[in-house]
T-cell receptor
């Protein structure tokens, strides 16, 4: 069973479009991290959100942590081909220190 | 560049051989985590180590798999008598401390068992 469900699994859009990726769970997390992974490489950290309701912006990327700390979203404005990659959300729980629970990821393709 | 280092990047083994995967954490980090990524699946936690201690190995198969993080040198994930189902990408991550929940990942080792 997957503790974190990501949707959509695949997303193919044109350059300039906006998109939102969702990461949902029925469990509470002490923090949630978003990573991007390129083929043949390891996940690269984008952001960590800790507080319920927290919103963080990273240039054209906006990350939100749900008020109840059970879900998160990643919104990209005016997507560019360089945004193409596998986006992963990962949650940490206080009851299992150290372990991150990963979603299966959203494969984003942005066409020029 | 003081990022997480893993070697080898690619490893080919025949069934029954041993695989040794190495991980050097970021400078100043004393917590190491190993994850496995199978095709069509997300990353799955295997083991969490501090220097000379295994903190949580609940995600690691009880047979054939072992991990260590000695006082000196890299962390080692060891797979004995490999089988085809062990073929996967193995990632190491490190963090500064237990309270620092942000983990930084290495580039991974792709293991192929023939």
């Amino acid at each position: 069973t997957q503790l974190l469900e990501q949707s959509p699994q695949f997303l193919s859009i044109q350059e300039g479009e906006n998109l939102t990726v969702y990461c949902n769970s029925s469990s509470v997390f002490s923090s949630l991290q978003w990573y991007r992974q390129e083929p043949g490489e390891g996940p690269v950290l984008l952001v960590t959100v800790v507080t319920g309701g927290e919103v963080k912006k990273l240039k054209r990327l906006t990350f939100q942590f749900g008020d109840a700390r059970k879900d998160s979203s990643l919104h990209i404005t005016a997507a560019q081909p360089g945004d193409t990659g596998l986006y992963l959300c990962a949650g940490a729980r206080g009851s299992t220190l150290g372990r991150l629970y990963f979603g299966r990821g959203t494969q984003l393709t942005v066409w020029p | 560049n003081a990022g997480v280092m893993q070697n080898p990047r690619h490893l080919v083994r025949r069934r029954g051989q041993e695989a040794r995967l190495r991980c050097s954490p970021m400078k100043g980090h004393s917590h190491v985590y190993w994850y496995r990524q199978l095709p069509e699946e997300g990353l799955k936690f295997m083991v969490y180590l501090q220097k000379e201690n295994i903190i949580d190995e609940s995600g690691m198969p009880k047979e054939r798999f072992s991990a260590e993080f000695p006082k000196e040198g890299p962390s080692i994930l060891r797979i004995q008598q490999v089988v085809r189902g062990d073929s996967a990408a193995y990632f190491c991550a490190s963090s500064f401390g237990l309270g620092e929940e942000t983990q930084y990942f290495g580039p991974g080792t792709r293991l192929l068992v023939l």
